[in-house]
């Protein structure tokens, strides 16, 4: 199996698997940025990474725990297979790569998914449907984020409108709702966000 990685409408990458080794390699559109481009583990050169270089980052932008086995299960894999559940899921990995099937073409636009607008009633039913359609994910919504924590992931069009990340349109924000076993996880959320502001960090 081989699965394209994008990153900004690029095609960087490609991720392959042969006898449940994962191997990737850069593509000639791969381009030094001054920054990791995939992972820092991994920068951007004609060689081809090894599986464990490979799988310890790729696994890592899997949902975890009982989200990673309900998600597997709907899909008729493997809990372990990695690079089926990236096949199933890696369309939005949290709006940072895309990873997907080969042949399907550049990541959509936010300005593609209008169609797909939500209000704030649908919104809600959403965040309460997180325990049985971990991340939201459905025929439609196929995205990837660690953690054990229910996640929610939306996309905001410029003029304010929220709207699904379907068919392959990337996300741009996660919604986190409060967990049962960590009461106070939103203030501590508001706490880091408003921490990494304070610090200047770019983006917060």
């Known amino acids: 199996m081989e699965l394209e990685v994008w990153l900004n409408g690029t095609h960087v990458a490609l991720l392959s698997e042969n006898r449940r080794q994962l191997t990737m390699a850069y593509t000639g559109d791969a381009r030094p940025a001054g920054a990791p481009l995939v992972s820092m583990a991994m920068p951007v050169s004609a060689r081809r990474y090894p599986d464990p270089k490979v799988r310890a980052f790729f696994r890592g932008l899997l949902p975890e725990g009982?989200?990673?086995r309900m998600l597997a299960y709907v899909f008729g894999l493997d809990e372990s297979d990695d690079m089926g559940?990236?096949?199933?899921?890696?369309?939005?990995?949290?709006?940072?790569?895309?990873?997907?099937?080969?042949?399907?073409?550049?990541?959509?636009?936010?300005?593609?998914?209008?169609?797909?607008?939500?209000?704030?009633a649908e919104v809600e039913r959403r965040l309460r449907a997180l325990p049985v359609h971990p991340l939201g994910v459905d025929g439609r919504i196929r995205v990837s984020l660690a953690g054990l924590q229910a996640k929610l992931l939306l996309t905001r069009l410029e003029d304010g409108r929220w709207v699904l990340p379907a068919d392959g349109v990337v996300s741009t924000h996660i919604l986190k709702p409060a967990h049962r076993d960590l009461p106070n996880s939103v203030v501590n959320e508001v706490f880091c966000t408003n921490l990494a502001a304070r610090s200047g960090l770019p983006g917060s």
Do not use: H
């Not at 997907?100 to 797909?116: C, E, F, H, R």
């Open 85 to 120: 559940l990236l096949a199933a899921l890696g369309k939005d990995c949290a709006g940072a790569l895309v990873v997907q099937p080969k042949g399907d073409g550049p990541p959509l636009v936010a300005a593609a998914s209008t169609k797909n607008a939500v209000n704030d």
């Open 66 to 68: 009982e989200a990673r």
